[in-house]
């Protein structure tokens, strides 16, 4: 089979109904049945992103927010016959109010809401595909929110309450996932003493993370959640200090939240970007 690459499917929410809309057709005419890949990769951008919030653009930086569309760059470039798909989703309930809402008060926070939304639309977007191509496998993929979504949806599926059975999940990149465990199999911590990309002296040929060996299993804001198993092809990562998987870094959410946006922005191996790395880990882990 061709490879199908970069070719966006957009998902989106539909007001008082769980199923997702697809509007967009990877080959043919608009009356065609969509060409069926191997794997479809399902990317679910971070709050504040994805076209919700970019409702004019059309670019992947754009639709899948640009952590996500990092690590799905990587992934196609790993893998062939691939078809990429994008949530869209409220996504909100990042603002420090709304954080503190959705810690103390969960069950009736706007991030609740939000995430329960994409969590909807990405498992209808699971269900229509797989409807359609029935021998497609899954990748997730997802930075913040979109990674508590797609957390989420892996855990359903591999427990066997999911749109698709557990082997036909390829894998799942969980970036800075709010309910990271850093007790589960292949979750890695990483640390980053550097400067904050965002000040004019910052310099990205310098600027490094490197891998936590010592394990410190931290977890996430919203709370750890259950382990995965080893045989799970989940990879999670989250860096130290980043507020948002890291509950234990509780003075950055004021004085440092800019660390939650250094995945995409610092560099680990290969002069390449965190997010590089973490695509090419679960193409990897997909492949088998």
Same mark, same amino acid.
């Given at each position: 089979?061709?490879?199908? =690459? ?15 809309? !697809? ?7 608009? $009356? ?13 951008? @971070?709050?504040?992103?994805? !076209?919700?919030? $970019? ?18 760059? /990587? ?26 809402? /959705? ?6 926070? !706007? ?25 497609? =496998? ?34 799942? !990149? ?6 990271? $465990? @850093? ?9 980053? $003493? ?46 130290? @200090? ?5 509950? @234990? ?36 882990? /997909?492949?088998?």
């Amino acid at each position: 089979m061709s490879p199908i =690459r970069n070719t966006l499917i957009p998902l989106i929410a539909v007001p008082a109904v769980t199923a997702s809309m !697809l509007v967009g057709l990877t080959a043919g005419t608009a $009356n065609a049945q969509p060409t069926c890949a191997d794997t479809v990769v399902i990317g679910v951008p @971070g709050t504040f992103q994805g !076209l919700q919030h $970019n409702p004019d653009k059309t670019d992947n930086v754009s639709l899948l927010g640009p952590e996500v569309a990092d690590a799905v760059s /990587a992934i196609t470039s790993e893998l062939d016959s691939v078809q990429v798909q994008f949530v869209s989703y409220m996504a909100e309930g990042a603002a420090w109010n709304s954080a503190i809402n /959705a810690k103390v008060n969960y069950d009736h926070s !706007l991030y609740r809401e939000s995430k329960d939304g994409g969590y909807a639309t990405a498992r209808s977007a699971v269900a229509n595909t797989h409807a359609t191509c029935p021998s497609a =496998r899954f990748l997730l993929v997802g930075y913040s929110q979109g990674a508590h979504i797609s957390a989420d949806l892996a855990q359903s599926i591999l427990h066997g309450h999911g749109p698709v059975d557990a082997s036909q999940l390829a894998g799942a !990149l969980l970036i800075a996932d709010p309910g990271y $465990n @850093g007790s589960s199999p292949r979750a890695v911590e990483f640390q980053y $003493n550097g400067k904050n990309p965002d000040d004019s002296n910052f310099d990205s040929s310098k600027e490094t993370v490197f891998q936590n060996d010592d394990r410190w299993d931290i977890s996430g804001s919203l709370g750890s959640r259950a382990e995965f198993n080893d045989s799970d092809p989940i990879i999670s990562i989250c860096v130290f @200090g980043d507020p948002v998987c890291d509950t @234990g870094a509780t003075t950055n959410a004021v004085t440092k939240v800019w660390m939650h946006g250094v995945y995409g922005k610092v560099n680990y191996t290969d002069s390449k970007p965190l997010t590089t790395w973490g695509g090419k880990a679960i193409a990897e882990l /997909a492949r088998g």
